[in-house]
């Protein structure tokens, strides 16, 4: 007779595997996580077990302030090196104590059993039983004396944000990123068509808005090739380009293809442009799925050179990617404010040669997933105030579902992760994005 219990071993290792990478070697989860399914042992996991790990090791990222600040309470002292992964067993024991209602025996019992099978942390079993019955015994009082944004935002994102964007957005930013995203979808034709087929909400901005997905694949027209994965904000920068059907638009870093699929199914001529050839096969198995057409090319864009000048380019940047840690936890814990340094420069030279490709005329949308003005205004305005041969055109709120809180006193496009959050349109956030429109003179 199996326990009950003993079922979700393999579960709750797994998770504390991939836990330990991404915390101490820097990995990034989604990559962990997609090798692992393909080629690892989460090939053998049935797809109910996969969600439960990527649940446990997400909600750890996600609430690593409040565990650790939980843990240390009873710690008397850290684990001494060599103790293998007996850190990461106490995290993903207590997240299931103070957040995922697993029922404490059980959790504790997992924690206790995969440390006995780890043979550096198998000396700390009796440390981690005893750290996890004191939290389980507590967890009321510890959550109501936490101070969960604070504690789960790194102090330096915390300060940029509250630089650049105040204290109090700043606190709503951190609020927003507690909690698991939703589902949205780009529809390839009238998103209205799919409302009740998804169960989903029309946003103004035309995304379709799921509350919760199962299995992506399992969905209806997924198959078809009705739609795709899209965060509502991410939606915008694409369409920003005005119209574009049957007009030549170079997608300059375009994997995994969300913008191309936009751009081919509104008509457009693309040429969908990336440095990375790994992340261009998912591009061609997009558009294939979707059966929309795009000349895919292997390139880099702060040198590619077309044949003819395209009237429209899309520059969807590499970045920190700090808009999307609602979707990736794992961001603050693998970047630093190093990453910068190399980024920024990189951006900026894309969008030089973005602008030199550009005929008179010619639409350029720049945009990033980043929240910080770095990645985003700051290269707008120092664009403008250099000298280059382009001007702004204004993003008006109107062609954004309306939603004026999204635009800039200068006319750019700045969502926030607690835009869509409060009040009647409480809809469950956004992506940070900024993008910028220009017209080459
Ligand atoms: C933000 S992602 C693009 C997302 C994509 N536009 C979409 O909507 O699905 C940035 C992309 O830039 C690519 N990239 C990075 N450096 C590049 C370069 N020098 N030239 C072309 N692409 C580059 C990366 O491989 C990555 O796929």
Redesign the pocket.
């Known amino acids: 007779v199996v326990h009950k219990e003993q079922l979700g071993l393999p579960a709750r290792r797994a998770a504390v595997r991939l836990l330990y990478q991404v915390l101490r070697e820097g990995k990034s989860f989604d990559d962990l996580f997609d090798h692992d399914c393909e080629h690892g042992l989460l090939r053998s996991f049935a797809l109910r077990d996969r969600a439960l790990v990527r649940k446990l090791t997400a909600t750890t990222l996600r609430r690593h302030g409040q565990l650790v600040d939980a843990i240390d309470r009873y710690l008397k002292k850290p684990f001494p090196k060599g103790s293998g992964a007996a850190r990461e067993i106490l995290l993903i024991g207590a997240v299931q104590l103070l957040f995922l209602d697993t029922p404490p025996h059980a959790a504790i019992d997992l924690a206790v059993r995969s440390a006995d099978l780890d043979r550096k942390a198998r000396g700390f079993k009796g440390v981690i039983n005893a750290v996890l019955r004191r939290v389980s015994e507590n967890a009321d009082t510890i959550l109501a004396q936490q101070d969960a944004v604070n504690l789960n935002t790194a102090p330096w994102l915390m300060q940029r944000w509250t630089r650049t964007y105040g204290a109090d957005t700043a606190r709503q930013i951190g609020e927003a990123h507690l909690h698991e995203p939703s589902l949205d979808i780009t529809t390839k034709g009238p998103p209205e068509e799919w409302i009740e087929q998804l169960q989903a909400t029309l946003l103004a901005t035309g995304s379709l808005r799921l509350a919760s997905a199962g299995r992506i694949a399992d969905l209806p027209g997924f198959d078809d090739g009705a739609w795709w994965v899209?965060d509502a904000a991410?939606a915008l920068p694409a369409r920003l380009l005005g119209d574009t059907a049957g007009r030549s638009v170079l997608?300059?870093?375009?994997?995994?293809?969300?913008?191309?699929a936009q751009l081919a199914s509104a008509g457009a001529i693309v040429t969908a442009?990336?440095?990375?050839a790994a992340?261009l096969k998912l591009v061609r198995e997009n558009l294939t799925r979707l059966g929309l057409e795009a000349t895919v090319v292997d390139?880099?864009?702060?040198r590619f050179q077309p044949a003819t000048p395209p009237q429209f380019i899309?520059l969807?940047?590499?970045?920190s990617?700090t808009g999307t840690i609602r979707r990736h936890p794992d961001i603050p814990h693998i970047k630093e404010e190093g990453v910068f340094a190399e980024l920024v420069p990189?951006q900026r030279r894309?969008l030089d040669h973005a602008v030199s490709l550009l005929p008179t005329g010619g639409v350029l949308v720049f945009c990033?997933?980043s929240l910080e003005p770095e990645e985003g205004e700051q290269h707008i305005a120092s664009l403008l105030a250099d000298g280059a041969p382009v001007s702004r055109r204004p993003i008006d709120a109107s062609e954004v579902g309306g939603l004026g809180e999204l635009i800039t006193s200068a006319g750019d496009l700045r969502t926030l992760p607690c835009h869509l959050m409060h009040g009647e349109a409480a809809l469950g956030g956004l992506d940070g994005f900024f993008a910028a429109r220009l017209v080459k003179h």
């Open positions: 899209q991410a997608d300059m870093c375009a994997a995994p293809g969300g913008k191309t442009l990336d440095i990375s992340r390139a880099d864009a702060s899309l969807d940047a590499p970045c990617a990189l894309m990033t997933c």
